[in-house]
T-cell receptor
Framework: DAGITQSPRYKITETGRQVTLMCHQT?????MFWYRQDLGHGLRLIYY???????DKGEVPDGYVVSRSKTENFPLTLESATRSQTSVYFCASSLQETQYFGPGTRLLVL | SQQGEEDPQALSIQEGENATMNCSYKTSINNLQWYRQNSGRGLVHLILIRSNEREKHSGRLRVTLDTSKKSSSLLITASRAADTASYFC???????????????FGKGTHLIIQP
């Protein structure tokens, strides 16, 4: 199906584990973004990418790593998960100014 | 840091009434966008207004932008039960046609439409 997908949709992990959240879009949009959504904070930008092999930090990048070897994929890795990284993570891609969001990944770090 | 702040945080109205939500922001922007989020779902783009525009319409949605006051409002007319959702304003400070900032979101207004 065309659009933007995220996997897994739900993930439970333990502190110190490495976790990778996947994001895939079928539109060939150049720009892709990762946000986290927390109660009391709204959505905050973690990282974004302007094209394959071009990434940049957002507002809250610490503890996260991204890569973009192909235009359609933009994985987000938590190198050593912490409880403060429990959140809902949204991937988005953009066509001009409008952003299109995936369904989100709910991550619980125990 | 939070750019947009929605007001009110929660709003409950009867079906058929109009719903108005406000958003204030702090710095100069290129555009302001409104998104809807249904419970447990991703965000859906509703409407975009550029910094040189004052008002925009899309179906039952009307958005205004006052750059001198750094504020925007979203009006949903003739509300329906399906409009129950959280609504977020998001600002974009930079867009050149070839490059774009990420969006800076407010905390949202939770709208409940009573049948």
């Amino acid at each position: 199906d065309a659009g933007i997908t995220q996997s897994p949709r739900y993930k439970i992990t333990e502190t110190g584990r490495q976790v990778t959240l996947m994001c895939h879009q079928t539109w060939s949009h150049s720009y892709m973004f990762w946000y986290r959504q927390d109660l009391g904070h709204g959505l905050r930008l973690i990282y974004y990418s302007a094209a394959a092999d071009i990434t940049d930090k957002g507002e809250v990048p610490d503890g996260y790593v991204v890569s973009r070897s192909k235009t359609e994929n933009f994985p987000l890795t938590l190198e050593s998960a912490t409880r403060s990284q429990t959140s809902v993570y949204f991937c988005a891609s953009s066509l001009q100014e409008t952003q299109y969001f995936g369904p989100g990944t709910r991550l619980l770090v125990l | 840091s939070q750019q947009g702040e929605e007001d009110p945080q929660a709003l409950s109205i009867q079906e058929g009434e109009n719903a108005t939500m406000n958003c204030s922001y702090k710095t100069s922007i290129n555009n302001l966008q409104w998104y809807r989020q249904n419970s447990g779902r991703g965000l859906v783009h509703l409407i975009l207004i550029r910094s040189n525009e004052r008002e925009k319409h899309s179906g039952r949605l009307r958005v205004t932008l006052d750059t001198s006051k750094k504020s925007s409002s979203l009006l949903i007319t003739a509300s329906r039960a399906a409009d129950t959702a959280s609504y977020f304003c998001a600002t974009q400070t930079f867009y050149s046609g070839g490059g774009a900032d990420g969006l800076t979101f407010g905390k949202g207004t939770h709208l409940i439409i009573q049948p």
